[in-house]
Antibody
């Protein structure tokens, strides 16, 4: 069974940092491209970042570039998102998702909630 | 930046057909996919590569993509299909783009 489990969310003050983790199992993680997607309360889905299987390609949403860093550890079957200089607009549920070869996100985690508030 | 636009809401009677559009410049030149998201749950892929259904997705879900518009069609809509639906495609400059989302209400 494919599983993706996000962790690391919580309450943080504006300007603070958080590191999200996504532990995976049930599929060949080292051979999979991966995504981070977020959803602010009551809003739609927003793509955050993508990383290819061998870290050859890394993409970020234009509005987030420079503050967020995606990484992965294929030995631990895990994906990470380092988030710095957080603002209230970063408050959202953050999902990790596997990206199929044809580009769609075919498996998703349940998400981890990040709240940025003073 | 490249954008995908969907109608905010679509209403359908049980057993009828719901059609949800997704518009973007030259969208038909790219692959589109669709996700269903129910309140408090993660998105679920219902259509990929324009018109393919993942394993476990009912046959009443179908998709098409041509010109500037991709369409998700739900035939014989059931109460369980009430959810938010998002289209998504990959663009060489904006990368991974989601549509604005459509709330489907089954009346």
């Amino acid at each position: 069974e494919v599983q993706l489990v996000e962790s690391g969310g919580g309450l943080v003050k504006p300007g603070g940092s958080l590191r999200l983790s996504c532990a995976t199992s049930g599929f060949n993680f080292s051979n999979s491209n991966m995504n981070w997607v977020r959803q602010a309360p009551g809003k739609g889905l927003e793509w955050v970042s993508s990383m290819s299987k061998r870290q050859t390609y890394i993409y970020y949403a234009e509005s987030l570039r420079g503050r967020f860093t995606i990484s992965r550890d294929n030995a631990k079957n895990s994906l990470y998102l380092q988030m710095n200089n957080l603002t209230v607009e970063d408050t959202a549920v953050y999902f990790c998702a596997r990206q199929a070869e044809t580009g769609e996100s075919d498996f998703w985690g349940r998400g981890t909630l990040v709240i940025v508030s003073s | 930046s490249w954008e995908l636009t969907q109608p905010p809401s679509v209403s359908v009677s049980p057993g009828q057909t719901a059609s949800i559009t997704c518009s973007g410049d030259k969208l038909g030149d790219k692959y589109a996919c669709w996700y269903q998201q129910k309140p408090g749950q993660s998105p679920v892929l219902v259509i990929y590569q324009d018109d393919k259904r993942p394993s476990g997705i009912p046959e009443r879900f179908s998709g098409s993509n041509s010109g500037n518009t991709a369409t998700l069609t739900i035939r014989g809509t059931q109460a369980m299909d009430e959810a938010d639906y998002y289209c998504q495609a990959w663009d060489s400059t904006s990368f991974y783009v989601f549509g604005t989302g459509t709330k489907v209400t089954v009346l």
